[in-house]
Nanobody, 128 residues
Framework: QVELVESGGGLVQFGGSLRLSCAAS????????IGWFRRAPGKEREGVSC???????HYADFAKGRFTISRDNVQSRVYLEMNNLKPEDTAGYYC??????????????????????WGQGALVTVSS
């Protein structure tokens, strides 16, 4: 049974940093692409970063230069290091993945294709 559990959210001041962690179980993390997503109050969900099986990654424009995605396949964890946080980064942050034959971090019609498994989310609040 696939399970994703996020942690590390909290309240941080403008310009501060946080590291989110996603504990993955029920599958071999190294065999899966996995991503971080967020949903701000009153807004649509958006992709933050996605990490492919081969280790390559891509980022949303707002995340480039500030956020870093990484994984530890031994610990079966995925991380999102967030620096220089801004109030507009306030959102629920979710890690998500899908079956390896379907979810490859590809974007179709503006959304990631093949997502199937989601964590419960970690709330990040950035104060101004």
């Amino acid at each position: 049974q696939v399970e994703l559990v996020e942690s590390g959210g909290g309240l941080v001041q403008f310009g501060g940093s946080l590291r989110l962690s996603c504990a993955a179980s029920g599958f071999t993390l190294a065999d899966y692409a996995i991503g971080w997503f967020r949903r701000a109050p009153g807004k649509e969900r958006e992709g933050v970063s996605c990490l492919k099986r081969d280790g390559s990654s891509h980022y949303a424009d707002f995340a480039k230069g500030r956020f870093t995605i990484s994984r530890d396949n031994v610990q079966s964890r995925v991380y999102l290091e967030m620096n220089n946080l801004k109030p507009e980064d306030t959102a629920g942050y979710y890690c998500a993945t899908g079956d390896p034959s379907v979810f490859t971090c590809s974007v179709v019609d503006g959304d990631y294709y093949g997502l199937r498994y989601w964590g419960q989310g970690a709330l990040v609040t950035v104060s101004s």
